[in-house]
């Protein structure tokens, strides 16, 4: 479990490195930017799909050690702010507001992996981003929560509680280093009835306490139907 997190997280830093990249486009062109750019997000990608089969296989050796908590779920009522842009994605039947300034990054140089990814522009230090994507390749286990264990030694990687309308689930601080400067990541996992989904809330680790509240301001307005009785 600690190698597939430190590999996702190091997947993610190569794909902040190539949005920065991909951000200096519509300022100095697609001359020098462009591939190297895509390059870079399609090679960290690599490490990510690594990442994948270790994750499923934990998830899938603790459903054999620890039996699911069957608990009712009330969920509160999602809040949405009025005028907000809205991702909707059908397939998986989930939506949630989209914070203002983030724009989307064209789908096809969205490496197949990962669902979505919006940028809010910085400068003279990282974007901010929000990135969803999809972990493991199965249904999640319902009740079940990483432990502190499950994280890498000697990593600066800590666990963040977040709460999606009344259901505790699961997140992640990361800080990174990037080019632009220090950055922060919170990425949190929803385990959705058809797959575990997770979204990243990614930027300058000087907006580190605007990136959690925007964090639980979009989880209030996240709906989907969760793998839980």
């Excluded at 949405?80 to 397939?91: F, S, V």
Aim: with cysteine.
């Amino acid at each position: 479990m600690g190698n597939a997190i430190v590999i996702g997280f190091i997947a993610l830093t190569g794909i902040l490195c190539g949005i920065i990249a991909l951000c200096g486009i519509p300022k100095y062109g697609t001359k020098g930017l462009l591939w190297p750019a895509l390059t870079g997000i399609l090679l960290w990608l690599g490490l990510g799909a690594l990442a994948v089969p270790t994750f499923a296989l934990v998830r899938k050796k603790a459903e054999a050690v620890l039996a699911a908590r069957v608990r009712k779920v009330d969920f509160t009522p999602a809040t949405h702010t009025p005028g907000a842009k809205r991702l909707q994605d059908a397939e998986l039947a989930f939506s949630f507001d989209l914070p203002p300034g983030y724009q989307p990054v064209p789908a096809e140089s969205v490496p197949k992996q990962f669902r979505y990814i919006y940028v809010k522009p910085g400068v003279g230090e990282p974007p901010s981003v929000i990135i969803v994507s999809l972990v493991g390749t199965g249904i999640p286990i319902a009740g079940q929560h990483v432990s502190p264990s499950d994280l890498p030694p000697g990593k600066d990687v800590t666990l963040t509680s977040f709460s999606w309308r009344g259901l505790a689930v699961d997140g992640f601080r990361v800080p990174e280093k990037t080019a632009q400067g220090n950055a922060i990541n919170f990425n949190v996992q929803l385990p959705l009835k058809k797959r575990l989904v997770q979204v990243t809330f990614g930027g300058p680790a000087t907006k580190e306490a605007a990136l959690h509240s925007l964090a639980i301001q979009t989880l209030a307005t996240f709906e989907g139907e969760p793998n839980w009785p």
